[in-house]
């Protein structure tokens, strides 16, 4: 059982905008501005898309966007493409003793 | 341009220990402002964080595998070891380890993982 609640799976059509939301707690997701989320293929290492709720790194597609309210981060990807298909999983800061939680993952899957 | 490459035993038997290696590059541990982590996926299921150390020799434990877990730096070979005592076949998992600013909050940078079977 993942510290952090994510839907098991979201679909898609090509072309169109999902959200996955990411459930945790006052002591994590809503103490801290520190949620990030990845990107994760099969076989493959997961990729960091969003960092500190809402910030993207250099290179990663500006149809990735990241929000929060309370308890509650969310990943936005608009403009759905086949290569956005994969696993996701967001991240969040616990405090010093807890440095990071992960959420359970969720698939995507691009219609 | 930093690379991580995580190395270490395929199988190992319940009750005996743990010992991977991170091997790195692109960044050294002997100055200030790094840390390297190392998390774990059971196949089929969610990253789980381990363990985190930073440049300053801070470590940092997963409340729920701290007895189990110790993570150190050898600076001079570019190279951060945990080993897990105790493995279990839930322990069964690929292992990551991950680069971090210690001013950051997210890994920005992962290994390519290696695979770990727990069993007799």
């Known amino acids: 059982q993942s510290a952090l609640t994510q839907p098991a799976s979201v679909s898609g059509s090509p072309g169109q905008s999902i959200a996955i939301s990411c459930t945790g707690t006052s002591s994590d997701v809503g103490a801290y501005n520190y949620v990030s989320w990845y990107q994760q293929h099969p076989g493959k290492a997961p990729k960091v898309m969003i960092y500190?709720?809402?910030n993207r790194p250099s290179g990663v597609s500006n149809r990735f966007s990241g929000s929060k309210s309370g308890n509650t981060a969310s990943l936005t990807i608009s403009g759905l493409q086949a290569e956005d298909e994969a696993d996701y999983y967001c991240c969040s800061y616990r405090g010093s003793s807890t440095l990071a939680v992960f959420g359970g993952g969720t698939k995507l899957t691009v219609l | 341009q930093i690379t991580l490459k995580e190395s270490g035993p395929t199988l190992v038997k319940p009750t005996q220990t743990l010992t991977l290696t991170c091997t790195f590059s692109g960044f050294s541990l002997s100055n200030g402002g790094v840390g390297v982590g190392w998390i774990r996926q059971p196949p089929g299921k969610a990253l789980e964080w381990l363990a985190l150390?930073?440049?300053?020799?801070?470590?940092r434990y997963s409340p729920s595998l701290k007895s189990r877990l110790t993570i150190t730096k050898d600076t001079s070979k570019n190279q951060v070891v945990l080993t897990m005592t105790n493995m279990d076949p839930v322990d069964t998992a690929t292992y990551y380890c991950?680069?971090?600013?210690?001013?950051?909050?997210?890994?920005?940078?992962w290994g390519q993982g290696t695979l770990v079977t727990v069993s007799s």
């Open positions: 500190d709720v809402s």
């Open positions: 991950a680069h971090r600013f210690d001013y950051d909050y997210y890994f920005d940078q």
């Open positions: 150390i930073f440049w300053n020799d801070d470590k």
